[in-house]
């Protein structure tokens, strides 16, 4: 076997094992040998209730601020030892003075004059929280009435150092869920993830963490929920994943933002990976495996692609490569045609799996190429949401 055929079954092994085999590898796994967490109640059977802030980084949201405190207000969990702390990050719109104008004394505004990063909010917002469990969010999220309950009775369990949510994408004009392929997807995985301890970072939406394992992040932090969520990890506690705890989030409505989205992502998972390389340590185990198999080798995957083609077109000599080179044709025109056909009937939808699979590695390599230009700040473009009255009602949490 030629160097250039070992590059191209390399490449494809890879690729096929981190979206295809793991994760066959990591549920089978879980189903022989997952523990599900379960809550954690004292001796007389009544859970004690901890003090809890919950803390939302915000930047120019003065279009979903009020209805997101309103959501947060409505929030089942005992009124003495609960806050709500609003990072907002440079005076640019009228979101701060909208904060103030909720006369609650669970409401706590810390206004910064000068727009730094989120990054920044968190590491001057935490330390000044009252609760002894943050629970970190994002002003454009509604959480289910019982979230917070179902994130903080975990924390009975001295060894649990933080607890990740499950968020349920909506459309932005319906309020309907839109949970795709995709999605469930990685659901899955990260519930197989989560069963055999070694869930992966944190979702920023929703997730819970002990104020006293929270260490300041560097400034330019791109993705801080997934390094904050992997330093529970080095940390030696728990990071589980309870499904039961809600939040609900619009899709980005233009093709173009949920691209910057993914690619800005794609900077972040390079940049963590320089901070985090001690959890690809063999000796850390499970959580070991699991970054690199989930992690590591799909923010590669856009390298292992290239190559699959490279070396697939430099081998077409040989008739059998000639053939596997028209099928990698045919599915980068099944993934073309998926961007464009986006309403539809069950075609629409199969054309949608190698368009997201193709879209999201693309970003990925806008991403690397940013992160090897140099990340010079932690600031955060912002993604532009639906103001329409549909999707604001679908939004709000029943009391």
């Known amino acids: ?90 005076d640019e719109d009228l979101t701060g003075e909208l904060v103030r104008t909720v006369e609650d004394p669970r409401v706590r505004l810390m206004q910064f004059p000068v727009r730094r990063g989120k990054a920044s909010v968190l590491n001057d917002c935490i330390p000044e929280a009252t609760g002894e469990i943050v629970v970190l969010s994002d002003a454009n999220t509604m959480m289910d009435r019982d979230a917070l309950k179902r994130l903080v009775r975990h924390f009975g369990d001295p060894q649990v150092g933080g607890v990740v949510g499950k968020l349920i994408l909506q459309d932005a004009e319906t309020g309907q869920n839109v949970d795709g392929i995709y999605w469930s997807y990685e659901n899955q995985i990260k ?114 692609l290239i190559a699959a083609i490279v070396s697939n077109v430099l081998l077409i000599g040989n008739p059998f490569y000639l053939k596997i080179l028209l099928i990698h044709e045919l599915f980068y025109v099944a993934a073309f045609g998926g961007l464009w056909f986006t309403k539809g009937g069950k075609l629409s939808k199969l054309l949608r799996v190698p368009a997201m699979f193709v879209s999201m590695n693309v970003a990925l390599g806008v991403g690397f190429w940013r992160f090897a230009s140099g990340i010079k700040g932690g600031t955060w473009k912002r993604t532009e949401r639906s103001t329409t009255e549909a999707a604001t009602e679908n939004a709000k949490v029943t009391p």
């Open 191 to 304: 519930r197989a993830e989560g069963q055999l301890g070694a869930l992966l970072g944190a979702n920023g939406a929703i997730y819970a963490i002990r104020k006293e394992l929270y260490d300041s992040i560097p400034a330019n932090t791109i993705i801080d929920d997934f390094l904050i969520g992997m330093r529970v990890h080095l940390a030696g506690r728990k990071l589980i994943y309870d499904e039961t705890a809600m939040a609900r989030e619009e899709t980005a409505p233009a093709i173009q933002d949920e691209f910057h989205r993914r690619s800005r992502i794609g900077a972040g998972a390079f940049q963590s990976l320089c901070w985090l390389v001690g959890l690809l340590n063999p000796l850390r185990g499970r959580v070991a495996f699991a970054f690199v198999s989930h992690k590591v080798l799909r923010w590669f995957t856009p390298a292992f």
């Open 1 to 90: 076997m030629t160097f250039i055929e070992i590059l191209f079954w390399t490449s494809l092994g890879l690729t096929a094992y981190s979206y295809v085999v793991y994760p066959i590898i990591v549920c089978g796994l879980a189903r022989l040998f997952g523990r599900i967490p379960g809550p954690i109640v004292d001796a007389n059977g009544q859970r004690e209730w901890p003090q809890v802030s919950l803390v939302i980084a915000a930047y120019k949201e003065e279009d979903v601020i009020l209805e997101r405190l309103q959501n947060a207000l409505l929030i089942d969990y005992p009124i003495d030892r609960f806050e709500i702390v609003i990072g907002c990050d440079g």
